[in-house]
């Protein structure tokens, strides 16, 4: 029944409420023609216009008979779709993100939407390139706009409006969308073109076994070509699908050989349009078996369920999680729901996204940043349709339209990359998704080997459920850790360079033995700073507060923040002498120096530069498991996810940078990040070994690293966190004022402090400059918001927060100022 039915009478005077994709405060409301009663419904996006001459395809968020108080409203435009694309349960999850990450509804639906859902008046067009499509189907409007395409290569909707001298394209632009004549996107960096793969076949008249007899006899004197046939006749007995690659791997024969077979009509070559998604054609095996702790697991989390809606799994690094998520998500499957899989970084984990789909198959989808505008919206619509029953995906697959999800699994839950930091909504998809799983009653399981202080403590205080894995599945063990001390290896000459002698003996040693070694150095680039000798001038980034690193990859100082870059330096601009020095090291640096030292070793790298592209992780990855690569030096990167059979050690050069981070969670992380690191070495039947450089041996938390002791590490940070107000004793909020001059930063962050002190006295502290206190020219203050968690309303709190920034905003003296809010700044 449709939504409009509630209504009653069709000639009824309706009103909608719509969430336009900009950032304003509230929805804003439209007329619907008498015609359309019974076409609009919540969820659909309809057309209307905004301002003087913007027209926007809008959500339509609530239905009512009364008019806006305060303004006439205009009718809508259009009806596009005829089923909505957004849900009840969706809209609802966006009302929550709203409120709880006081940002807009418009913000949450530019995050939500994929961009082909977005269509705006500067929405770009352009015509499909696919094959096939026959434009005498068309309408003459259809058909103007492809001929406009065709000459400009790509228009705007507006362009579009003044073509055919009317504002109602949206329909007609959906209809070209829906039947593969046009691409629309925010911005078309690529044109789309479907993927095509090329398949032989053998030719009809080769079709019965005497004229196949006879086409081998004629073949007697090209024995390559007659071997390329053979082959691909064993190969069709398994495939029906044969390529000339195929053909190729299986004899060693080159491409001629195969295009001489295709010139005679021996082959005929056969396109096929195949998913951009990785449409899988692997053997689906669930041949494991559960040891006993995993057994015991499995059946403890199936119990909590029935109790909890949401259970922590502490597992150990190879204790054997993955296989306990596959269990999991083939019981949900069977009990016909579908499934979310998170991972913090997709880029990251591919090893994992393969092995799910030699389980899965084509019912899992994958989503994540990587893809583009065309690939989201497929994904999108086949969630829709219910092609998937899993779904892997970084955060923003959170938003997808699920229908009938019965299990969310959140892996490595404890990983900052979870966090959106910019734009808005500054969401949490951890967060996010247990109150996805509450909307849908569906059931979330926690994942990690070291478990963020929150899910821990709450695990431990009973709201969740709590299932510990302590043992590496198999007889591996878990690796032996040593601290080496840099300054007395330095006092004892046994420093080469940034490595330590224990750690140089040790990657020879591995090198002899055929393993392989992993470095982890948590800067990228080659050098973190340049800087005069003679006078102590710094480069700088000239719309940041922050030094310019350099990469030899690009000969180029590079600014983390905005991106901005620039020649090296040499000659000091402030001085004028020429002694420019490198300070410091990143993974650049690192492995130039082991290429010195270690000539006879194959290096990889993996880091945001290297990793470049949609698979540039991939190939790293694959080629480093392939025993291309002996040692791999890396970021972060390296401590995600990843499992090689062959690595034995682990070298952090320098664990000092971590630890010393000015950021109450900085030992949390150190210790969460070591031991990720660590837990890559010795994953089968090798013994791991892992060196930590440092020039603090003794410090608590390399200590408890070694003794792999997490409990030891949360219980000391949640005493200390306790007494210094922090989560997940007290929440946090964080407010950022920013203006492009530093003195009305400065004031305007002194007179809103002000006006949450009338209201939030003590709880308010700040203003004061953050680490980095200039980015893309805007000079930052922030202003931090600590609130007790017991007997006080949160949402009282947000209420008063958001009167002083009301009040502050229409003081013309703060014009010009922007204020961004993180809640929860993890």
């Not at 044969?242 to 077979?261: C, F, K, N, Y």
Request: charged share 25%; with cysteine; net charge neutral.
């Amino acid at each position: 029944m449709s939504d409009t039915s509630l209504f009653g009478i069709d000639r009824e005077t309706l009103f909608v409420e719509v969430i336009l994709p900009l950032y304003i405060a509230k929805t804003y409301t439209y007329r619907v023609p008498v015609e359309w009663n019974r076409d609009v419904a919540i969820g659909k996006r309809v057309i209307v216009q905004f301002g003087r001459n913007k027209i926007y395809a809008a959500i339509v968020h609530r239905l009512s008979h009364e008019p806006p108080l305060s303004y006439e409203a205009k009718y809508i435009l259009n009806v596009i779709d005829d089923e909505p694309v957004v849900d009840k349960s969706q809209l609802a999850l966006w009302e929550w993100m709203a409120a709880y990450y006081m940002c807009y509804l418009g913000e949450v639906l530019q995050a939500a939407l994929p961009a082909a859902l977005k269509m705006a008046s500067e929405t770009k067009i352009v015509a499909s390139e696919a094959e096939g499509l026959d434009r005498s189907l068309l309408s003459d409007k259809g058909y103007l706009v492809m001929e406009a395409l065709d000459l400009a290569g790509e228009l705007t909707v507006n362009d579009i409006v003044k073509l055919l001298g009317q504002k109602t394209v949206f329909p007609l632009l959906k209809s070209l969308f829906d039947h593969g004549y046009i691409l629309i996107s925010e911005e078309i960096k690529d044109r789309f073109k479907p993927k095509r793969k090329s398949f032989l076949q053998l030719a009809a008249t080769f079709a019965d076994g005497e004229s196949l007899h006879a086409l081998m006899d004629s073949l007697n004197r090209a024995p390559k070509q007659q071997d390329a046939l053979l082959a691909f006749l064993q190969l069709r007995k398994s495939n029906p699908e044969v390529t000339r690659q195929d053909i190729m791997e299986m004899t060693g024969v080159g491409g001629g050989i195969v295009a001489s077979l295709i010139e005679k009509e021996v082959f005929e070559v056969r396109e096929k349009v195949v998913s951009r998604l990785g449409g899988v054609d692997v053997e689906i095996t669930t041949n494991f078996v559960f040891n006993d702790k995993q057994q015991l697991a499995f059946e403890q989390i199936n119990t909590l369920f029935e109790q909890k809606d949401v259970v922590l799994l502490h597992g150990v690094t190879a204790s054997g999680k993955t296989q306990l998520y596959i269990r999991l998500i083939e019981q949900m499957i069977a009990s016909g729901k579908n499934v979310l899989y998170l991972l913090p970084e997709i880029a990251l984990t591919t090893q994992i996204t393969d092995r799910l789909k030699m389980h899965f198959g084509d019912k899992l989808g994958v989503y994540h940043s990587k893809f583009n505008d065309n690939e989201r919206a497929e994904v999108w619509h086949k969630v829709i349709k219910g092609e998937y029953k899993v779904v892997v995906g970084a955060r923003s697959s959170v938003f997808l339209p699920f229908k009938d999800l019965g299990l969310i699994v959140v892996d490595e839950e404890h990983e900052s990359s979870y966090k959106q930091y910019e734009p808005a909504p500054r969401y949490h998809a951890r967060d996010t998704a247990i109150y996805l799983a509450h909307l849908q009653g569906a059931k979330v399981l926690l994942g990690s080997a070291t478990p963020s202080i929150e899910s821990y403590y709450n695990a431990k205080a009973d709201k969740y459920g709590l299932v510990e894995l302590k043992e590496r599945f198999g007889d591996a063990k878990l690796p032996e850790i040593q601290v080496v001390n840099i300054a007395e290896e330095g006092r004892k000459e046994q420093m080469f360079s940034y490595f330590s002698g224990v750690l140089l003996q040790g990657i020879s040693d591995a090198l002899e033995r055929k393993e392989q070694v992993i470095l982890f150095q948590n800067r990228r680039g080659h050098t973190p700073f340049v800087q005069c000798s003679t006078c102590g001038w710094v480069a700088k980034c000239i719309n940041c507060d922050v030094s310019l690193t350099y990469h030899k990859s690009t000969n180029h100082l590079h600014c983390h923040y905005c991106g901005h870059s620039e020649p090296p330096i040499q000659v000091c601009p402030a001085c004028g002498m020429p002694h420019i020095e490198s300070k410091g090291f990143g993974t650049e640096r690192v492995e130039e120096e082991l290429e010195l030292l270690i000539p006879q070793a194959r290096i990889g790298r993996l880091d945001l530069d290297a990793a470049k592209g949609k698979h540039g992780f991939d190939k790293i990855i694959t080629a480093f498991d392939d025993h291309e690569f002996d040692i791999l030096i890396g970021t972060q990167m390296v401590a995600k996810g990843l499992d090689f059979g062959r690595v034995s050690l682990i070298g952090i050069i320098n664990a000092d940078a971590m630890i010393n981070f000015p950021d109450f969670r900085a030992y949390e992380r150190a210790f969460s990040l070591f031991s990720q690191v660590a837990g890559r070495a010795g994953r089968r039947e090798k013994d791991g070994r892992v060196i930590i450089q440092t020039h603090s041996p003794n410090h608590r938390v390399l200590e408890q690293v070694i003794l792999h002791d997490y409990e030891g590490m949360f219980l000391t940070e949640v005493k200390e966190r306790k007494n210094y107000q922090y989560p997940p004793f007290y929440r946090l909020i964080k407010m950022e004022v920013r203006h492009t001059d530093m003195q009305d930063a400065h004031d305007g962050a002194m007179r809103l402090a002000h006006l949450l002190r009338s209201n939030l006295g003590s709880r308010v502290l700040g203003p004061e400059p953050p680490l980095v206190s200039r980015v893309r020219n805007y000079f930052i203050q922030t202003i931090t918001l600590k609130i007790e968690r017991n007997n006080v309303s949160i949402a009282k709190v947000k209420e008063l927060m958001q009167q002083a920034i009301t009040q502050f905003e229409v003081d013309k003296n703060n014009k010009g100022i922007r204020i961004a809010i993180d809640v929860d700044p993890y």
